[in-house]
């Protein structure tokens, strides 16, 4: 690798860094009749989007994790001793997550809601899941046919380090089925006119 390539990838590590370590905003533009069950559905959607956005970030590092425990000469029970633990520590539900925090909001006709996310890169993969799947017309089922995919795709990657498929499954359905869940009620919420426009930026 030559010197420009090693600085190029410096150069990103830290920018990545960055974005992991600042905090950012999304604030969702909001139009027609609003109520307490309309915004409790906003909140949700956006915890369901925050939670599988940072299991994608955990999911983006774990191999390393693995190789960095795992040694040729384990038996199996130690094995499943480590693997066990680093899948609730990274994709478990056991520690408490920090709440998502309301910078603005606004409610009028149009009007806003500006939350506040714990990581910038966080904030980044809400908003290309939003991009990629919002709105969509077709019908609840494709969204279906999506998670299956998605989530055959985690588990064969996973497969492949060594791990047993009905252990991998019970620990990722969970941030799956939430991001789906949420996707298909933002869709709604879209279509219906409800909410019009999203927009993010980093908060240092």
Do not use: C
Request: glycine share 6%.
């Amino acid at each position: 690798m030559n010197k420009e390539n090693e600085s190029n990838k410096n150069s990103n590590s830290k920018k990545e860094i960055g974005k992991r370590l600042s905090t950012g905003t999304i604030k969702t533009y909001i139009d027609g009749g609003w109520s307490t069950k309309e915004f409790e559905k906003l909140f949700n959607i956006y915890k369901n989007l925050r939670d599988y956005s940072e299991f994608e970030i955990k999911l983006s590092i774990f191999p390393e994790i693995y190789n960095a425990n795992f040694k040729k000469d384990m038996t199996e029970r130690d094995k499943m001793k480590i693997f066990e633990r680093h899948m609730d520590i990274w994709f478990g539900n056991r520690s408490e997550k920090k709440a998502i925090g309301v910078l603005s909001i606004q409610y009028s006709s149009p009007g806003w809601v500006e939350l506040l996310f714990g990581s910038a890169a966080v904030v980044a993969g809400i908003v290309a899941l939003i991009k990629h799947y919002i709105p969509n017309k077709k019908e609840v089922l494709d969204i279906r046919y999506k998670q299956v995919e998605l989530l055959e795709k985690k588990i064969t990657m996973l497969e492949k380090l060594g791990y047993k498929r009905q252990n991998i499954i019970k620990h990722l359905d969970v941030p799956i089925n939430g991001l789906f869940k949420a996707l298909k009620e933002m869709n709604k919420m879209t279509l219906d006119d409800n909410i019009k426009k999203i927009e993010s930026k980093p908060k240092n």
